[in-house]
DNA sequence: ACTGTTATTAGTACCTGGTATTAAGATCTA
DNA sequence: TAGATCTTAATACCAGGTACTAATAACAGT
């Protein structure tokens, strides 16, 4: 079944051209794969993949909302364990736009925008506004790492609470912090 | 001229919708506005406005540049002026997605990434990483304030440099914050 | 060598969401 | 009432598809 084996790896070609560059038409993927249209429209339908126009407007809409989960929702990474006033646990997955070029090593920031979401996703309170923070990068994060974040609220003071932040990849420490967070009022950031 | 306000208005509107949901067409537009379909269409040629798939096509790439810029780049903001190994400064407007709902005010970790890009980036070496951070938010950032953050290398031992920032908004100052960053190796982030 | 299966190509009708152009009415203004 | 502006209609055309039918090519098993 010579065929067969051409079929699937064109159709592995055809995926990979498309997770490239998704703004190709079938026109051009005929041209680049050496078949016809019609091969290219068999090709997506059995790979469910859709035309042109719906795979741009995914990109649209998904870049949208990924953009959004990254700087602007309640946690920087995936809220797994929520005790409000006690402790929360978080997850982040490193992706490719996280990482340094050279260094393929996580921006401290992400792991910074983890902790501190998580410190303030555990206050117990309307609004809560980071006050300080105090923190140490133990290790590198690399590409694809997950990493979890354990916050735990060690006291308070009025309307300021204090909570650490211990960030493990593989039971290995790589993130401590100290946050003090300040509650309800809108004093500060 | 009444007919000449109705038509601003109208295509004000338009804009608008079209800010706030570039995903519709004209037929939806003719619809909203009360319009026949050629109308919406003089008036997204009167505005400059492509058409609806080229609108989610540059939303698609656009996007994802500003996922990059946002996540990626090498400096969170903008740079506005660097010394290598002595200063550096670097301008950040906040938008919509920086800020949290209900305080209204940037949420700390993009304060942060801008300091601590900022400081990573004055450190005249191949690789640099954040060891420690200590910073200090000493006021909140509303939306669409423009935060100047300014890093100046104060030491440094080994490959280890220590970096004050100072964030301001205008002349005020919004975050303190001293880093160490290492250099060329890859001992730690 | 013949047959059945799978793979590929071709052709056609139709769809959406447009562009571009021409022409006809509507609306107001001077 | 004439002229300018605005709006709507109608039509031809386009890209990039879907959906379907049919013909042909390539090979496997017997």
Same mark, same amino acid.
């Given at each position: 079944?010579? *065929? ?8 592995? &070609? ?38 042109? &126009? /719906? *795979? ?46 050279? @260094? &393929? ?9 983890? @902790? ?11 609004? @809560? ?9 133990? &290790?590198?994060?690399?590409?694809? /790492? ?44």
């Amino acid at each position: 079944m010579v *065929r067969t084996i051409k079929k699937q790896t064109r159709q592995q &070609r055809l995926h990979v051209l498309l997770l490239d560059n998704p703004f190709l038409t079938d026109d051009e993927l005929a041209e680049k794969l050496e078949v016809s249209i019609q091969t290219i429209r068999l090709d997506r339908l059995e790979l469910g993949i859709p035309e042109l &126009r /719906e *795979r741009v407007k995914q990109l649209a809409e998904g870049a949208n909302t990924k953009l959004k989960s990254i700087s602007g929702g309640e946690v920087v990474g995936e809220l797994v364990d929520l005790e409000l006033g006690q402790s929360a646990i978080s997850m982040l997955e490193i992706s490719t736009e996280m990482v340094l070029e050279k @260094a &393929r090593a996580a921006r401290g920031h992400h792991l910074f925008a983890q @902790a501190n979401s998580l410190a303030v996703a555990v206050i117990d309170a309307e609004v @809560a506004l980071t006050a300080t923070a105090k923190v140490k990068f133990k &290790r590198q994060v690399g590409l694809g /790492e997950k990493v979890v974040a354990k916050a735990q609220v060690t006291g308070s003071k009025g309307n300021r609470f204090f909570v650490s932040v211990c960030s493990m990849v593989n039971g290995e420490e790589v993130l401590a912090g100290e946050f003090v967070i300040f509650a309800k009022g809108s004093e500060e950031d």
